[in-house]
Structure formats: structure tokens, C-alpha cells
């Protein structure tokens, strides 16, 4: 079983490569996990950074003492791959962030759009990003990622055009595609965008608008996939066809 990941903030050892884990982290990787001594550990900044470590102890139940001789940077992959992800209801959208987070998507774009039940506005919506923000650092490390997605604001749907217009390649999962994303011709670099609807489906001023910054509707398949689920399926696709999983 490869190493768990704990994310920290800097990479700075004492003398012999004596690093402490301590805080939130250190806590759970010596009270829940109950790592000891010889065990691996690898440390990460979630932007790429990161460090494999061997476990000398532990000190109390919070501080885990271990073993940093080097630290390494993992390059962002190519293409990019970032998923618009309009609001589902209830516990979905963290649903969609982990396993976006799990297949390996870049980033994730919050979208209110026009049939989306569930809307983001002040301390909820602040609330809501939070909680997306945390399921992508938590399913990071679960996944053993050394570079988590970017989560942002959430955005309207001129400024998802706004994305699209400066894609490389730019899709809207909708059902009047005439061409299956399984087929559709990819870039082997610079930046993939996605679009996932609400359960209530795209609108058409929504789908002409995106169509207009030069997105292109494509199919899954012959079912209909929830939005929650939808987002995951698509980026497996985009993918295994790129390359990323080879």
C-alpha cells in the first residue's frame, strides 16, 4: 500500500533531516493513523511539492518525528483538465468534488446556472465553497495526490463562456451532441474545459451562448448520468484518451 499523504505548509528540517509533523495533521497521524517508527510517510504542499519521509517516533499524541532528506516538485500534467460543475442539490456537489479529486481533474469551477435548485448566496454560498474546497484537499490526500485541484469561486454563465472562449478544447455534456466525447478529437496539451448541467439540463440560451464561445455539445453514451456523477465519468474519458493514464 503506497504511503499516506499529510499536508503541510513548508518543508523546512532541522539538522539531519529531522522534520516534526504537529497540528491537525500531526494529530491524526499519530492518534487515528497511529504511525510508528520505519513507517512511510510522504508530505506534500497540494501544489506540486512534495517529500517522501520515514516515521523515527512520536512525541505526546500530536507530533509525528520524521525523516526529510530531500523534497521534490511534480510538474502540472497536460492537458489541463477543468470541470464546470453546476450546483447539484444537497451533498452531491461534495460527492462530484471527491471523485473529480480521485480520477485526477485540475480544477473545478462552481456554476450557478439557470435550472440549478440549489443556490449559492452569502454566508451560504461561502458555507458551500468551504466544504468543496475541503472534500478536494481531503480526497487529494485520500488519493494520494501530491498536486489537489483548484476549486474557485463560483461563477456565472457568462463568465463560463468566458473560460470556454480561451479553451483548447471546449465541451458541453448535453444530450443533443451528435458526437460521443469517447470520439472526440483531444489536444495533447493546454487546457480541456467540461461543462455539466444541473439535473434540470442545460438551457438553450445557456447551451447558444457557450455553443458562441466556441464550446461543442457531446454524449456520453445512450444513459443519462446524474450531474453529480456525470463530471467523473467525462474526465475518465478525456482522461484515458489523452494520455494521463497511460
Same mark, same amino acid.
Given at each position: 500500500m503506497?504511503?499516506?499523504?499529510?499536508?503541510?505548509?513548508?518543508?523546512?528540517?532541522?539538522g539531519?533531516?529531522? =522534520?516534526v509533523?504537529?497540528? /491537525?495533521?500531526?494529530?491524526?497521524?499519530?492518534?487515528?493513523?497511529?504511525?510508528?517508527?520505519?513507517?512511510?510517510?510522504?508530505?506534500?504542499?497540494?501544489?506540486?511539492?512534495w517529500?517522501?519521509?520515514?516515521?523515527?517516533?512520536?512525541?505526546?499524541?500530536?507530533?509525528?518525528?520524521l525523516?526529510?532528506?530531500?523534497?521534490?516538485?511534480?510538474p502540472? #500534467?497536460?492537458?489541463?483538465?477543468?470541470?464546470v460543475?453546476?450546483? /447539484?442539490?444537497?451533498?452531491?456537489?461534495?460527492?462530484?468534488?471527491?471523485?473529480?479529486?480521485?480520477?485526477?481533474?485540475?480544477?473545478?469551477?462552481?456554476?450557478?446556472?439557470?435550472?440549478?435548485?440549489?443556490?449559492?448566496?452569502?454566508?451560504?454560498?461561502?458555507?458551500?465553497?468551504?466544504?468543496?474546497?475541503?472534500?478536494?484537499?481531503?480526497?487529494?490526500?485520500?488519493?494520494?495526490?501530491?498536486?489537489?485541484? #483548484?476549486?474557485?469561486?463560483?461563477?456565472?454563465?457568462?463568465?463560463v463562456?468566458?473560460?470556454?472562449?480561451?479553451?483548447?478544447f471546449?465541451?458541453?455534456l448535453?444530450?443533443?451532441?451528435?458526437?460521443?466525447?469517447?470520439?472526440?478529437?483531444?489536444?495533447?496539451?493546454?487546457?480541456?474545459?467540461?461543462?455539466?448541467?444541473?439535473e434540470?439540463?442545460?438551457?438553450?440560451?445557456?447551451?447558444?451562448?457557450f455553443?458562441?464561445?466556441?464550446?461543442?455539445? =457531446?454524449?456520453?453514451?445512450?444513459s443519462?448520468?446524474?450531474?453529480?456523477?456525470?463530471?467523473?465519468?467525462?474526465?475518465?474519458? $478525456? $482522461?484515458?484518451?489523452?494520455?494521463?493514464?497511460?
Amino acid at each position: 500500500m503506497t504511503a499516506p499523504v499529510f499536508v503541510v505548509e513548508h518543508f523546512d528540517a532541522g539538522g539531519g533531516g529531522r =522534520y516534526v509533523l504537529d497540528g /491537525p495533521e500531526g494529530r491524526h497521524a499519530v492518534s487515528v493513523k497511529r504511525l510508528r517508527a520505519g513507517e512511510d510517510v510522504t508530505l506534500t504542499d497540494g501544489a506540486g511539492r512534495w517529500a517522501d519521509c520515514v516515521v523515527l517516533g512520536a512525541e505526546g499524541k500530536d507530533r509525528l518525528i520524521l525523516q526529510l532528506d530531500s523534497v521534490s516538485e511534480e510538474p502540472a #500534467e497536460q492537458p489541463r483538465v477543468t470541470v464546470v460543475q453546476a450546483l /447539484p442539490k444537497g451533498d452531491r456537489g461534495e460527492l462530484a468534488v471527491e471523485t473529480m479529486t480521485e480520477v485526477g481533474v485540475d480544477a473545478i469551477v462552481p456554476w450557478a446556472a439557470a435550472r440549478c435548485i440549489t443556490q449559492w448566496k452569502g454566508d451560504r454560498g461561502v458555507k458551500a465553497l468551504g466544504k468543496w474546497r475541503a472534500t478536494a484537499r481531503e480526497a487529494g490526500k485520500q488519493s494520494r495526490r501530491v498536486r489537489f485541484p #483548484e476549486v474557485a469561486e463560483a461563477a456565472t454563465t457568462k463568465q463560463v463562456a468566458a473560460l470556454l472562449a480561451g479553451a483548447d478544447f471546449a465541451a458541453v455534456l448535453h444530450e443533443s451532441g451528435d458526437e460521443p466525447l469517447a470520439t472526440a478529437e483531444l489536444p495533447s496539451t493546454g487546457d480541456i474545459v467540461l461543462v455539466v448541467g444541473p439535473e434540470g439540463g442545460v438551457a438553450p440560451e445557456e447551451l447558444a451562448l457557450f455553443e458562441e464561445a466556441g464550446a461543442r455539445a =457531446y454524449r456520453l453514451g445512450r444513459s443519462v448520468l446524474r450531474t453529480s456523477t456525470a463530471g467523473t465519468a467525462a474526465a475518465a474519458v $478525456l $482522461l484515458a484518451r489523452t494520455g494521463r493514464w497511460s
